[in-house]
């Protein structure tokens, strides 16, 4: 069986995501990945993946350029035309707009096609109204054309549901082995943030108005004891001006674990999310974790359970605050969040649910 991915988002999470994916997948399926370049694709990105899964790039643009998105639809066409697959599966706004176009236009089985949103473009806040409610309209009308959208997180699901009644939930998950692994063959002190002289304050993505990093600069203002990192890169680091926080740019995994194992805090403040994998990833690696209330953060963080929900900038400054206040409860708290993942959010579990999910 010959399964498709069409990916304009190549990057973050779900790079990631596909990474595991496809990985594990690969002695199952055949596996061909349609995909466009972006900033943060790693350079030896086919390092990442098995040798046996191909790779053909087209240049797929962000936004709305009608004369780049019709030349991408015709690749799209033409690739698939040739490839003749017998599953396609769409990841991101942009390829799950044109890949059931595209789909409808080859006649291709409705029932083999899925598509992931990875956080929806209508819940994108620095977006005027007027284009949420035409993104919102768009995935509506994409949504007639056929296909199961597949949400990464109950949040998502929902949100899937008010467009179509063909919608799946499978939880994204993280491939806790490789972590282990990485940590292993590098000799990492997964308790090296005990000895920090500092608190350290963190995060990891991109620099970008939806991760918020105006209100990261904030918070790392009302802590100017304490150390703040941008595990990432991005346009938006101008708006990192506080004395205290350092960007590291992009990194490799087994350096982005190694910065993450040296924070007391994990921060996210996103004004939206799919299910982010970061901070699987950093619950996995049992730090305490306070993040933004909305879809994603929330269907995974359970407030003074496995980590914080902050509905505010004094949210985040209260939780913060309680971190030295309270060992006892930042102790269980990492363990929470450790367990979380190891139950609900790994990629054995993920990756046996789109199995079945193709084999139907």
């Known amino acids: 069986m010959k399964i498709v991915h069409i ?7 779900v790079y990631s995501f596909l990474v595991d994916l496809c990985n594990e997948l690969i002695n199952n399926f055949e596996i061909v990945i349609i995909y466009s370049q972006r900033d943060q694709t790693p350079k030896n990105f086919k390092e990442d993946f098995d040798k046996r899964i191909r790779f053909v790039e087209i240049d797929m643009c962000r936004g709305l350029n009608i004369c780049k998105n019709i030349k991408s639809l015709f690749q799209i066409k033409n690739i698939l035309k040739n490839e003749k697959p017998d599953i396609v599966h769409l990841h991101s706004s942009k390829a799950g707009f044109l890949g059931r176009i595209v789909c409808r236009m080859n006649k291709f089985n409705e029932k083999k096609i899925f598509y992931n949103p990875h956080g929806f473009a209508f819940l994108q806040q620095n977006e005027s109204n007027f284009k949420r409610k035409m993104y919102f309209e768009l ?8 296909g199961y959208i597949v949400g990464c997180s109950k949040g998502e699901y929902e949100e899937a549901s008010k467009i179509s009644n063909k919608c799946v939930n499978i939880n994204n998950g993280i491939n806790t082995e490789k972590i282990d692994n990485i940590i292993k063959e590098s000799e990492l002190d997964r308790k090296i943030y005990k000895k920090n002289e500092k608190i350290i304050i963190g995060t990891v993505g991109r620099i970008c108005y939806q991760k ?20 990432g890169d991005g346009d938006l680091k101008n708006e990192l ?15 982005v674990i190694e910065n993450v194992l040296e924070l007391n805090i994990f921060i996210l403040t996103s004004l939206w999310e799919g299910l982010p994998i970061a901070l699987l990833e950093v619950m996995y690696l049992k730090k305490v974790c306070i993040v933004s209330n909305v879809i994603g953060n929330k269907d995974v963080i359970k407030n003074y359970n496995n980590g914080f929900i902050a509905k505010s900038e ?3 400054i209260k939780y913060i605050n309680l971190y030295n206040e309270n060992i006892k409860l930042m102790n269980e708290m990492e363990v929470s969040a450790y367990r979380s993942v ?7 579990k993920m990756i046996k649910s789109y199995e079945i999910l193709y084999n139907k």
Not at 139 to 146: D, M, V, Y
Not at 342 to 348: F, G, I, M, P
């Open 212 to 231: 918020n990093p105006s209100l990261f600069n904030k918070i790392a203002e009302k802590f100017p004891e304490y150390n703040f990192v941008w595990i």
């Open 241 to 255: 001006k506080s004395n205290n926080i350092k960007i590291t740019g992009w990194l490799s995994q087994n350096e």
């Open 342 to 348: 190891t139950d609900y959010y790994n990629t054995k």
């Open 7 to 13: 990916v304009e988002a190549f990057g973050g999470g």
């Open 139 to 146: 995935e509506k009308f994409a949504a007639k054309l056929g």
């Open 314 to 316: 004094d949210d985040f």
